[in-house]
């Protein structure tokens, strides 16, 4: 019954491989986000999907791309990985609109590219 | 680009301590939202504030929306073990409630 769930946890990975970490929510949301965790653990959002649609878009490499099913999935497929792509990947969901619409993660997707 | 400047950066306390820790922006912000993500998992919402001056409690935790609009407080009472974590702010940008916009987070070690 976990609400937004995403795999794998964990990737291990070298560097040029292309990978993608798929994410599904049973919330019933029409948002959905991709947000990434660095080493210093701040958060910073990558993506923005409502109702499969892309809403935002901040600086992020083209080698990185979103794909939206349908509302209850959103995944990421990167292409060419960089040492620079370790992180934490974080999936999320919300209710679209509404002030400070509360978001819902998932537990993260642990990438180490070596 | 948007920045919430959260302190202190971290804090290493006893049991039964209380605990405090705010967060700034040079933006206003019209909702303040504090998150904790414990070791290994995704931060999880603790507390929403949606009012200048509006104080909310959610058990030994009280936050504060400042006055300003461009701060926001948060304590913890009592603390326990388990309170352990790093605890975030995060704010929408005006105009895109989608799109929330994270402090640079509060790291709390709790000691027996």
């Known amino acids: 019954d976990t609400a937004v769930s995403q795999t794998p946890k964990y990737l291990v990975t070298q560097m040029g491989n292309d990978k993608s970490i798929k994410c599904e929510q049973n919330?019933?949301?029409?948002?959905m986000y991709w947000y990434k965790q660095d080493s210093k653990k701040f958060l910073k959002i990558m993506f923005s999907?409502?109702?499969?649609?892309?809403?935002i878009n901040e600086t992020v490499p083209n080698r990185f791309s979103p794909k939206s099913p349908d509302k209850a999935h959103l995944n990421l497929h990167i292409n060419s990985l960089e040492l620079g792509d370790s992180a934490v990947y974080f999936c999320?969901?919300?209710?679209?609109?509404?002030?400070?619409?509360?978001?819902?993660f998932g537990e993260g997707s642990w990438l180490t590219v070596v | 680009g948007q920045q919430l400047n959260q302190s202190p950066q971290s804090m290493f306390i006893q049991e039964g301590e209380d605990v405090s820790m705010n967060c700034t922006s040079s933006?206003?912000?019209?909702?303040w939202l504090w998150y904790k993500q414990d070791p290994g998992e995704g931060p999880v919402l603790l507390i929403a504030?949606?009012?200048?001056?509006e104080l909310t409690s959610n058990g030994r935790l009280t936050a504060q929306f400042g006055i300003t609009r461009k701060d926001s407080f948060l304590n913890i009472s009592a603390s326990i073990p388990s309170d352990v974590g790093i605890y975030f702010c995060?704010?929408?940008?005006?105009?895109?409630?989608?799109?929330?916009?994270f402090g640079t987070g509060t790291r709390l070690q709790v000691t027996l």
């Open positions: 999320a969901s919300s209710v679209q609109g509404g002030p400070g619409n509360t978001i819902y």
């Open positions: 999907y409502n109702n499969k649609e892309l809403i």
């Open positions: 919330l019933g949301h029409d948002t």
């Open positions: 995060a704010g929408p940008l005006t105009g895109t409630a989608s799109k929330l916009t």
């Open positions: 933006s206003i912000f019209n909702t």
């Open positions: 504030l949606y009012k200048a001056g």
